[in-house]
């Protein structure tokens, strides 16, 4: 009892501000992935119906499907600068 004891009278302010920051550094990036992982699975969910309704289509629904693969991923990609700051900055 008394070595827990020491041990937690030992856990500073600053670890615990530590364990905290890693902490949300991994929520924030699940949060991120999922979110962006979620949406870039509906982009090419409908532009695969898109081609199969209509395959001369293929090729602008290609361009397009890309297009939204990119802005969807850049949600991905702001949490992995907010996780980025959160670790080293903060």
């Known amino acids: 009892m008394e ?3 020491n041990i937690v009278g030992q856990i500073s302010g ?8 890693y902490l949300a550094a991994g929520f924030v990036m699940a949060i991120g992935s999922i979110g962006s ?7 090419a969910a409908h532009a695969l ?6 395959p ?17 991923e850049s949600t991905g ?3 992995l600068v907010v996780a ?3 670790l080293f900055v903060v």
Do not use: H, W
């Not at 119906?49 to 209509?54: F, S, V, W």
């Not at 001369?56 to 969807?72: C, F, H, K, P």
């Open 37 to 43: 992982a979620i949406g870039e699975g509906i982009v």
């Open 56 to 72: 001369e289509m293929e090729g602008a629904l290609l361009r397009t499907m890309v297009l939204g693969q990119a802005i969807t």
């Open 49 to 54: 119906d898109g081609m199969a309704r209509q």
């Open 3 to 5: 070595e827990a004891q």
């Open 84 to 86: 980025i700051v959160l």
């Open 77 to 79: 990609i702001y949490s």
């Open 14 to 21: 600053a670890d615990i501000a530590t364990a905290a920051k």
